[in-house]
């Protein structure tokens, strides 16, 4: 990926007049901002002697560890917008000392080992793509820092097409993954936003969550079983569908971002590749009545593959066409449905979902929004780079809460933003929408834009801080699918109470005890 954006480097992407122009009404002048040029970067030096790079060396291979500061740059920040803005400030301060690519299981297994007695600390990388500063450790306590890429674990291992089971090593990214299991006729089926550059580890190792959830679940739902590699030797995880073998310890592994070992191999549960792929979307007088729908939908077992619904200001500003806001056809809450299966099954699909959207107020709108939403999905964190170029802060928060306490989480987040957020240049922007729903409640995923300060860190945090205490307030969870890292650890205890973070920590000093593994993330 690009260094200092998202995604590929040849996608820089400007905004339209027209789109600069609702930018100066909403938040006055746009104030261009520079981004440092690469070649004048400066990283701090790096920490390990030329005796312990060749213990590294004597590992993975000459080739497979680099110094270099272009390589250590690219492996120092996710991809929130703090991420972002630090990389255009030229800010590498937390770059590894160096960069190690293990090419399997085995090879891991000898890192880990290794960085126990050399005391050096070990950042597990798959994609990049983090979004809450899950990549940058402290490495102060240690003799140093390293990378732990794991590109070169990118193979398709088996494929259990009796059982649909298939089993990929943790470097394969999506698209990747994708391709492999096409060629058995298999799907995974897991579409997030950061599909294009997020790794099968790291979709585990953060409990990453898809756009086709509704129909496919949740990436930990998929998972049968999981390879991972410790300090301590080789732990293998998951024998059979179910167990009545004790606690689930897949569920310790899941979401633990790498704290507690590396994720080399997952198992994960496959389908046929769908014959068909159907959208529509559905508009509804307000975004309360669209979720009213919604609940409707699922406690009521008729599940789309995609179902996602916009609150009224999301609707005006990301699907209504320019000529339909402000009006009636294109207000309200637009609500997109997707379909995969065999012909049969999608039209079943849709002949049930009509039926319930209609007797709830739905109004069905048409084809053409939800192809063009499936055709675009992976383009909106490129608009985020156009808009951080004009000075316009761009940021998201996630959480989840249950159906009834869902308006008290949605009306808490929005007041915090907007007082965070408010300066004499406005009013912040704050759009939502639900793209997760499970019987009891769902997911709320918010988009926030204002004017940039001089500080844009600065400002985000102290928005941070104020929505995340609002989150806890309000009963929801501090996050849905985005991980906890280093950015949402300040609210872990409150959800998971005292009780919970002494078993994290009871976990973390008998798989880790040296504490070489992400230090930093995660464990309050």
Same mark, same amino acid.
């Given at each position: 990926?690009?260094?200092?954006?998202?995604?590929?480097?040849?996608?820089?992407?400007?905004?339209?007049?027209?789109?600069?122009?609702?930018?100066?009404?909403?938040?006055?002048?746009?104030?261009?901002?520079?981004?440092?040029?690469?070649?004048?970067?400066?990283?701090?030096?790096?920490?390990?002697?030329?005796?312990?790079?060749? *213990?590294?060396?004597?590992?993975?291979?000459?080739?497979?560890?680099?110094?270099?500061?272009?390589?250590?740059?690219?492996? =120092?920040?996710?991809?929130?917008? /703090?991420?972002?803005?630090?990389?255009?400030? !030229?800010?590498?301060?937390?770059?590894?000392?160096?960069?190690?690519?293990?090419?399997?299981?085995?090879?891991?297994?000898?890192?880990? $080992?290794?960085?126990?007695?050399?005391?050096?600390?070990?950042?597990?990388?798959?994609?990049?793509?983090?979004?809450?500063?899950?990549?940058?450790?402290?490495?102060?306590?240690?003799?140093?820092?390293?990378?732990?890429?794991?590109?070169?674990?990118?193979?398709? #291992?088996?494929?259990?097409?009796?059982?649909?089971?298939? =089993?990929?090593?943790?470097?394969?990214?999506?698209? $990747?993954?994708?391709?492999?299991?096409?060629?058995?006729?298999?799907?995974?089926?897991?579409?997030?936003?950061?599909?294009?550059?997020? @790794?099968?580890?790291?979709?585990?190792?953060?409990?990453?969550?898809?756009?086709?959830?509704?129909?496919?679940? $949740?990436?930990?739902?998929?998972?049968? @079983?999981?390879?991972?590699?410790?300090?301590?030797?080789?732990?293998?995880?998951?024998?059979?569908?179910? @167990?009545? *073998?004790?606690?689930?310890?897949?569920?310790?592994?899941?979401?633990?971002?790498?704290?507690?070992?590396?994720?080399?191999?997952?198992?994960?549960?496959?389908?046929?590749?769908?014959?068909?792929?159907?959208?529509?979307?559905?508009?509804?007088? @307000?975004?309360? !009545?669209? %979720?009213?729908?919604?609940? %409707?939908?699922?406690?009521?077992?008729?599940?789309?593959?995609?179902? $996602?619904?916009?609150?009224?200001?999301?609707?005006?500003?990301?699907?209504?066409? /320019?000529?339909?806001?402000?009006?009636?056809?294109?207000?309200?809450?637009?609500?997109?449905?997707?379909?995969?299966?065999?012909?049969?099954?999608?039209?079943?699909?849709?002949?049930?979902?009509?039926?319930?959207?209609?007797?709830?107020?739905?109004?069905?709108?048409?084809?053409?929004?939800?192809?063009?939403?499936?055709?675009?999905?992976?383009?909106? /964190?490129?608009?985020?780079? *156009?808009?951080?170029?004009?000075?316009?802060?761009?940021?998201?928060?996630? =959480?989840?809460?249950?159906?009834?306490?869902?308006?008290? #989480?949605?009306?808490?987040?929005?007041?915090?933003?907007?007082?965070?957020?408010?300066?004499?240049?406005?009013?912040?922007?704050?759009?939502?929408?639900?793209?997760?729903?499970?019987?009891?409640?769902?997911?709320?995923?918010?988009?926030?834009?204002?004017?940039?300060?001089?500080?844009?860190?600065?400002?985000?945090?102290?928005?941070?801080?104020?929505?995340?205490?609002?989150?806890?307030?309000?009963? !929801?969870?501090?996050?849905?699918?985005?991980?906890?890292?280093?950015?949402?650890?300040?609210?872990?205890?409150?959800?998971?109470?005292?009780?919970?973070? %002494?078993?994290?920590? *009871?976990?973390?000093?008998?798989?880790?005890?040296?504490?070489?593994?992400? /230090?930093?993330?995660?464990?309050?």
């Amino acid at each position: 990926m690009h260094w200092s954006r998202w995604g590929d480097p040849g996608h820089t992407g400007t905004l339209p007049e027209a789109a600069i122009a609702l930018l100066e009404l909403a938040f006055g002048p746009i104030e261009p901002r520079a981004t440092i040029p690469l070649e004048d970067v400066r990283l701090p030096p790096a920490r390990l002697d030329a005796e312990v790079l060749a *213990a590294y060396v004597g590992v993975v291979g000459e080739l497979n560890v680099s110094t270099a500061d272009e390589a250590r740059l690219r492996h =120092t920040h996710g991809k929130s917008t /703090p991420d972002l803005l630090a990389a255009r400030e !030229g800010d590498f301060a937390a770059a590894p000392d160096a960069v190690v690519r293990p090419a399997d299981h085995d090879e891991v297994l000898a890192v880990l $080992r290794l960085s126990r007695t050399l005391r050096v600390a070990v950042v597990p990388y798959g994609g990049g793509t983090s979004v809450v500063s899950g990549l940058s450790a402290d490495g102060t306590t240690f003799a140093g820092v390293i990378a732990l890429d794991l590109a070169r674990l990118d193979h398709l #291992l088996a494929v259990d097409v009796v059982s649909s089971t298939a =089993t990929l090593e943790a470097g394969v990214l999506g698209p $990747r993954a994708e391709e492999l299991l096409a060629e058995h006729g298999m799907t995974l089926g897991h579409f997030p936003q950061s599909f294009e550059y997020a @790794s099968i580890g790291g979709f585990a190792a953060t409990r990453s969550s898809g756009q086709s959830s509704s129909g496919y679940g $949740r990436f930990d739902s998929m998972v049968v @079983s999981l390879k991972v590699a410790t300090p301590d030797g080789t732990w293998e995880l998951g024998v059979a569908p179910a @167990s009545a *073998a004790g606690p689930d310890l897949r569920q310790v592994v899941l979401g633990s971002e790498g704290a507690f070992g590396v994720i080399t191999e997952v198992t994960v549960a496959v389908r046929p590749v769908p014959a068909e792929r159907a959208y529509e979307t559905w508009r509804f007088a @307000s975004f309360e !009545g669209g %979720a009213d729908a919604m609940r %409707a939908l699922v406690q009521g077992d008729v599940n789309p593959t995609v179902l $996602r619904l916009s609150d009224e200001l999301e609707t005006a500003v990301n699907l209504a066409k /320019p000529e339909q806001i402000g009006s009636e056809s294109g207000g309200g809450a637009l609500m997109l449905c997707g379909y995969e299966g065999t012909e049969q099954r999608v039209r079943r699909m849709r002949e049930e979902l009509s039926a319930v959207l209609r007797e709830r107020g739905g109004t069905f709108v048409g084809e053409q929004d939800g192809r063009d939403w499936a055709a675009g999905r992976f383009s909106a /964190p490129y608009l985020r780079d *156009a808009l951080l170029d004009n000075g316009v802060l761009v940021e998201t928060v996630e =959480t989840a809460t249950t159906w009834s306490n869902l308006p008290r #989480l949605y009306a808490a987040v929005q007041e915090a933003l907007a007082a965070a957020l408010t300066t004499e240049a406005g009013a912040p922007m704050v759009l939502c929408h639900i793209s997760h729903v499970y019987r009891t409640g769902a997911s709320l995923y918010f988009t926030v834009a204002a004017k940039e300060l001089v500080d844009g860190r600065a400002q985000w945090a102290l928005a941070k801080a104020a929505v995340g205490d609002a989150i806890v307030a309000a009963g !929801g969870t501090i996050t849905h699918h985005h991980a906890v890292g280093r950015d949402h650890k300040p609210w872990l205890a409150a959800e998971i109470g005292d009780q919970g973070v %002494a078993v994290l920590r *009871a976990v973390k000093q008998a798989l880790d005890p040296e504490g070489i593994l992400n /230090p930093g993330v995660l464990i309050p």
